[in-house]
């Protein structure tokens, strides 16, 4: 009798809590005795059906015209500015600016990319500016000046914390405790050389900041922004590299069940080897099968065929 390596181990723990049982009080031995028929369910149900893992592509967030394209960056966000930023916070926002155009330059990696830099910090925009398009001259010159065929502009900025109170317990003892997570958010904009508007976006990455815990009566030390000026990096960075991401597709993995055992095992066959066109006919064929619960089957497996199949051609 041919057994998988999983089912031996099934029925080996099988008789070990068997044997197990008969030495054991009534309660503890129903216990037992649910476990066993748990795994006697698991082994059933894993010979009965086959796991396909399906993969598709899905399209990119960003989606552009094939062939290679210069992108020059502009700030549009003058973190100098108080009306934008206070005085104090302004170190981390030029940290996270800097480091938000350092993912950015992931786009280097790709040789239909090339990233460039064409201003940092353009202090003439006001900050009732920041949310305006701009004008198709203003795109058109500056995509002149750097010899690029797309405009992306950081139109602004929040670099922010979120506060959250936990109930905690310590050897009975219940005490409050602050949770703060850090929050940068980034509002960007995408142009083509001749004026038009492509895509805008905003990206953002949080990290949990979790401060001294306080028993009652007892100080919590807030976090500052302008105290958290790596962590601050290093999360622009990371949203950096995120909004980059949009400009690829996506391959998302799924897991489907496939009905196993005699009827379907020629159908498997051909599922496995991707020929989809011949397990879809022995399917529709087993579809029509008097017995009601093989066309049950072959249905959800003909679903399957299907959603793999077109999956494959994308």
Not at 99 to 123: A, I, M
Not at 197 to 206: K, N, T
Not at 286 to 292: G, I, M, S, Y
């Amino acid at each position: 009798m041919n057994i998988s390596y999983f089912r031996y181990n099934i029925l080996c723990s099988f008789f070990v809590i068997v044997s197990h049982c008969q030495t054991e009080p009534e309660e503890q031995m129903k216990v037992l005795l649910h476990m066993v028929f748990g795994l006697l369910l698991v082994m059933i149900l894993s010979s009965c059906t086959k796991i396909i893992y399906i993969s598709r592509k899905t399209d990119p967030k960003i989606n552009l015209e094939n062939g290679h394209h210069n992108i020059v960056f502009v700030n549009l966000f003058n973190f100098t500015l108080p009306v934008n930023v206070n005085k104090k916070d302004r170190f981390s926002y030029h940290a996270g600016v800097m480091n938000l155009l350092d993912g950015l330059s992931s786009f280097s990696s790709d040789s239909s990319f090339n990233f460039l830099v064409g201003d940092t910090l353009k202090k003439r925009v006001e900050a009732g500016d920041l949310t305006t398009l701009l004008s198709v001259d203003t795109i058109s010159n500056i995509c002149n000046r750097f010899n690029a065929n797309l405009l992306l502009t950081l139109d602004s900025a929040s670099i922010f914390f979120e506060r959250d109170t936990v109930l905690n317990h310590f050897y009975g003892v219940e005490y409050l405790s602050l949770n703060f997570k850090l929050n940068t958010r980034f509002f960007l904009s995408l142009y083509s050389d001749a004026g038009d508007l492509i895509d805008r976006s905003e990206v953002d990455e949080s990290a949990v900041f979790v401060p001294r815990s306080a028993m009652s009566g007892r100080i919590i030390q807030v976090p500052y922004i302008s105290r958290a000026t790596e962590e601050i990096g290093n999360l622009a960075f990371q949203t950096g590299q995120e909004y980059v991401d949009k400009y690829y597709p996506v391959i998302i993995h799924d897991t489907k069940q496939l009905f196993n055992g005699k009827p379907f095992k020629e159908s498997n066959n051909y599922i496995f080897s991707r020929n989809w066109n011949k397990a879809t006919e022995l399917l529709e064929q087993l579809v029509k099968n008097q017995d009601p619960s093989i066309a049950e089957k072959a249905r959800d497996n003909l679903e399957v065929v299907k959603e793999a199949s077109e999956a494959s051609v994308r």
